[in-house]
């Protein structure tokens, strides 16, 4: 099974940009795609983007053009560039792998079956 560890997570004033990253091991061969979700307190965990083996990639309405989402050539290493960040972006972001098209991001959690232990971003002023 991939074990996934997030980082980059931090505290910003709204409109500044961070660059989550997260490291699959051993690899992620054994997975289709991988996907970030974000879960706000008192809220339910919800996907955010993905990207998969065939090149597709999905973003949420809510962070498109402002999110963008890649991955190493190794396929070990997942980023997410995030710009322009709004108090409502604040949440505990995690890195999870399944075995779904990108577009299954959407569709909640129960797609993915390994997940990191996420990492806090917190916009405020």
């Known amino acids: 099974q991939v074990r996934l560890e997030e980082s980059g997570g931090g505290s910003v004033q709204p409109g500044g940009s961070l660059k989550l990253a997260c490291v699959a091991s051993p690899s992620t061969s054994s997975t289709k795609s991988l996907a970030w979700f974000r879960q706000a307190p008192g809220k339910q965990r919800e996907g955010v983007a993905a990207?998969?083996?065939?090149?597709?990639?999905t973003y949420d309405d809510s962070v498109k053009g402002r999110f963008t989402i890649s991955e190493d050539n190794d396929k070990k290493t997942m980023y997410l560039q995030m710009n322009d960040l709004k108090p409502e972006d604040t949440a505990v972001y995690y890195c999870a792998a399944g075995h779904g098209s990108s577009w299954r991001v959407l569709l909640g959690p129960g797609e993915f079956i390994s997940w990191g232990q996420g990492t806090q971003v917190t916009v405020s002023s």
């Open positions: 990207i998969d083996r065939e090149g597709g990639i």
